[in-house]
């Protein structure tokens, strides 16, 4: 059966023994496909007692299985893959000079076929079929990353979070890198008003600006983007510690000094970051689906003196309508969230401060002022006299360690 599908393979056509041995690659284990091949190939040779250069890959083109006739003729390209593997080492030699200007420690292969190529292969398969074959992608992602490891010192091989993507380009018979992104996990703390979290024209500076500086100037990355759990309002400070991911688009170094970049963004006294550490994309996706409950410390003003505000404690279950502050970026549509504390301190008869601690996702200000009735209950409404939020703080994200871990 085995050497029935052999022939089949070469009859008419010169395949390399990589081809060869690739249409049997669950068989024969422990072996490369240019291993299966050339033992199959022998295997031949040795069946229809060819002279001992028929052996070699090269010399099996022009035999004839049904005549029995053999014809020393030049060797032609392997049908199948045109003889890719024999261009590995000088590709390999491209991309090591390449991969030397950047900073990375692990690698992928990913390979790019001409769709001539796959056609061929798909011809083929269509001929002696698919049960025992491994795709000609799937070898030449394996052999030129083998290669690679063996040309590069202390790198390692990592099909999930690699640094850097060495492409092969086969059509274009050249090689060209991918630099990954690099992410850093870590925590921050907003110690001033009047800056936003991320990137907007209307403001010359955000948190993500001045962390960025440090990092962006050791990583020569391209790109900078923040995914953060949550965000404070601009006028609000974060106090407790805003657990975020750091993205870093294609950066040329990779070794960073940790340490150094926290006190550097600390001395802002601004911003102020703790724990960094390498991390991944998955991380970052994480750290935007959390939701933990959030304590804030609201001041307030009220219109008139207020006394008596033992009714708010039956302020349980809200009912947001979109704010009208952030209706030009949010659907409009009404939110339940529910109020889990409330707790007030008397400064004066028209001055009081909160601590609230509600369920992810409920604005504050509004829970105080009402927004015009699009906040039911609301602490104005309660107590039946207008308020203002004068300050606002985040004291507390109610995130359990155990869900930042990687």
Known sequence: MLMDMAKKILEGRYACNHCLGRQFAQLLS???NEERGRAIRTALAMEY????FSIDAANFHGYDFRTKKTAPVQPKKCAVCGDVFLGLGKLGKEAVEKLGRIDYRTIMVSTRLPASLVSREEELWEEVGIECCEPLKSELNREFGKLLLSMLEGKEFDEKTPNVIVVLDV???????????LFIFGKYKKLVRGIPQTKWEMYKETVEDIIARPVMKSTRGTEHAMHAMGRE???ARCLDWRPFVFEVSHPEKRDLDLKKITEEINRTKKVEVSGLRFSDK???VRIKSLQPDKTYRALVRFDKPVDGLSALRKIKIIKQQTPTRVMHRRADKTRTKIVKAIAWKRISPKKYEFIIKGQAGLYIKELITGDGGRTRPSVSEVLN???KVAELDVIRIHVRNSELKE
């Open 30 to 32: 422990g072996l490369t």
């Open 282 to 284: 998955r991380m970052a």
């Open 171 to 181: 059509e274009k018979g050249g090689t060209r890198i991918e630099i990954n992104p």
């Open 385 to 387: 006299t207008p308020a």
């Open 49 to 52: 007692k060819l002279k001992p």
């Open 233 to 235: 309002d601009i006028d």
